[in-house]
C-alpha cells in the first residue's frame, strides 16, 4: 500500500511504527502471533489496550468528543495495518468495538459518562449477552425475562456462547420484559455488572480445548433501572444497531498477516514438485482474494467516516472475511503437514525457539477455533439471507 500513499500519510505510518517499535514487547508480539481464537487471551489483550490507551490510539474509530482520533480512512486503515504486521495481540470487541458506539449512539449523557471512560482505558471489560440455547439466529425468540420492581429488574434465565465472561466485569444483555405481540417489541437493552449476587458463570469447553465460552445462568438477579439504554420494550433496534458495529470492522490486515506467516512457514519447508506447485498457486489466490478484501475494507472505512449508513457492507464483510479466513487455516494445515507436525504438544511449553515455524505448530489450533467464524456475530447463512433480502429490493 505504501506507493499508493502520500509525504502525511507515510509521515503518520512512520510513527506508527516508531510507537509499536518501543511499546509492543516481545511478549505480546508472541502473544498475537500465537493467537488462535478470535482474539487474544485476555491478560495480554487488556496488557495491549492499556498502552494504547496511553497514547490515545485505544478507541480510535470513536467520535473524537469521546476519545475518537479523527483520523482519515487511510490514517485508519494504516494503524490497523501496521498493527496486524507487527503482531500486536488482536483486542476484544465487546467494549470499544460493540456495546460504546451503543452508548454513544442511544446512551444518556449520565450512561456516556459512567461507560465510555472505563472502556477507552481499559479498567472495565465488556461482555455480550444476547444468545440463548434457544435463540441464536432466531435471536428475537430469546426467554430471559427481566422484571421491573422498583428503580431494578429482576433477570432469570440463562444466556450462552457468551466469549470471556470469566473475565468481564460488565455485560450487555438483551433481556425480555413483555410477552404478547411481536417477540422483537418486548426486549430490552441493559447493562449491568458481572459481579451482582445472583449470576453464575460456568465454561464451555471448545473443540481446540480452550475456554472462551461460557454458560450465564441469572437466579433472580437485582440490576439497576439506570442501566437500561433507550426507553422499555425498545431493545431491539439498539441490538440490530449493535451487530452492525459486531459484524464491521477491518478483515484484512489480520488476514494480511496470516497469510505472510504461512508464506515464511511455506517457504521454510522448501518443498519441490506439484505438491509445492499447487501449495504455491493456492498462497497466491489467497493473495488476490486478501486485496480484494482490503479494498472492500477501505470503501467501509470511507463510508463510515463519512456518515452514511452501514447498509448491507458488514453483512458482506462478515461473509467474505470470515470464509477467507477459513480457507488461509485449511492451506495453513496443509503447509503444517509438511512438518508433520501432528503431535506437537501445543501449550505453554513452547516459549523457547520452536523447532518449527511457528505458524505450523499453531495451525491446526487456529483451523479448529475459526470453524466457529461463520458462525459467531450471526451464521453466514444469515449474513446470505440478509445480502439476498437487500439485493432484491433495492
Ligand atoms: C465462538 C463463538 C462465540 C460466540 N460469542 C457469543 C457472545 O459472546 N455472546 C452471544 O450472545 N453469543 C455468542 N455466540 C453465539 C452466536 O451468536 C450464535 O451461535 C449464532 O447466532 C448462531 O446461533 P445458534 O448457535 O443458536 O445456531 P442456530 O441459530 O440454531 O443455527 C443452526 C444452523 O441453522 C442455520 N440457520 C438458522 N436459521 C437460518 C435461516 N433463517 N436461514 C438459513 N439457515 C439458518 C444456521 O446458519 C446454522 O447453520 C458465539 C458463538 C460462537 C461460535
Known sequence: MSGALNDEELRFRDEVRDFLAHALTPELRLA???????????????????????????????????????????????????????????????????????????????????????IRSGEDYWCQGYSEPGAGSDLASLQCRAVREGDDYVINGTK??????????????????ATGGKPQ????????????????????ISIS??????????????????????????????????????????????????LR??????????????EAGDLALQLAELECAVDAMDAMDMAALRAQVRGEPRGIRPSMGKTLGTELRQ????????IAAQYA????????R????????EDAVYAMSAYLNDRAASIYAGTNEVQRNLIAAHLLAN
Open 32 to 118: 498475537g502471533r500465537r493467537c488462535s481464537g478470535i482474539f487474544t487471551e485476555y491478560h495480554d489483550g487488556n496488557r495491549w489496550h492499556r498502552i494504547l490507551a496511553q497514547r490515545g490510539w485505544s478507541v480510535p474509530h470513536w467520535p473524537v468528543e469521546h476519545g475518537g482520533t479523527g483520523w482519515t480512512p487511510v490514517q485508519h486503515h494504516i494503524f490497523a495495518s501496521e498493527l496486524a504486521a507487527a503482531d500486536a495481540p488482536p483486542r476484544a470487541p465487546m467494549g470499544p468495538g460493540m456495546v460504546a458506539p451503543v452508548i454513544i449512539a442511544f446512551g444518556t449523557p449520565e450512561q456516556q459518562q459512567r461507560w465510555l471512560p472505563a
Open 160 to 177: 450462552i456462547w457468551t466469549t470471556h465472561a470469566q473475565y468481564a466485569n460488565r455485560m450487555f444483555c438483551l433481556v425480555r420484559t
Open 185 to 204: 417489541a418486548g426486549i430490552s437493552f441493559l447493562c449491568f455488572d458481572m459481579d451482582a449476587p445472583g449470576i453464575t458463570v460456568r465454561p464451555i
Open 209 to 258: 480445548g480452550d475456554h472462551e465460552l461460557n454458560q450465564v445462568f441469572f437466579d433472580n438477579v437485582r440490576v439497576p433501572v439506570s442501566g437500561r439504554i433507550g426507553e422499555e420494550n425498545q431493545g431491539w433496534t439498539i441490538a440490530k444497531y449493535l451487530l452492525q458495529h459486531e459484524r464491521g470492522g477491518s478483515y484484512a490486515p489480520q488476514l494480511r498477516a496470516r
Open 261 to 274: 506467516r504461512q508464506r515464511r512457514a511455506f517457504a521454510q519447508a522448501n518443498l519441490r514438485g506439484a
Open 327 to 334: 480457507r488461509l487455516d485449511e492451506l495453513a494445515v496443509e
Open 341 to 348: 507436525a501432528v503431535g506437537l504438544p501445543l501449550d505453554d
Open 350 to 357: 513452547l516459549d523457547g525457539p520452536l523447532p518449527l515455524p
